[in-house]
């Protein structure tokens, strides 16, 4: 119900935007958030969305590079990442929960998941 979309190789300091489409229209009154994953670690927060786009959250390593927003009349979250580093070569996924929470957990409808790679 939630495909992720967007990411690929791209050189250090370069930008990428990920989207995640959801299949109906029932997810434009969630919030959505967007995590990433490396081999052998936990899920990691990397930012959230109210339903209404009115307030936005994101983990530390992150903020002033990458930027939430969602268009609800397309029913599609997207992810600006900018200023990309080696350390954000992971696979994220993005995900929809009643309310905007910060714990994986919390999340019960999950994307198949994109590969961003940053090249040094």
């Known amino acids: 119900q939630l495909q992720a979309s967007g990411g690929g190789l791209v050189q250090a300091g370069g930008s990428l935007r990920l989207s995640c489409a959801a299949s109906d229209r029932t997810f434009s009154t969630y919030a959505m958030g967007w995590f990433r994953q490396a081999p052998g670690k936990e899920r990691e927060f990397v930012a959230a969305?109210?339903?209404?786009?009115?307030?936005?959250s994101y983990t530390d390593s992150i903020k002033g590079r990458f930027t939430i927003s969602r268009d609800n009349a397309k029913n599609t979250v997207y992810l600006q990442m900018n200023s990309l580093k080696p350390e954000d070569t992971v696979v994220y996924y993005c995900a929809a929960t009643p309310y905007m929470s910060y714990g994986a957990d919390e999340y019960g409808y999950w994307g198949q998941g994109t590969q961003v790679t940053v090249s040094s």
């Open positions: 969305i109210s339903w209404s786009g009115g307030s936005t």
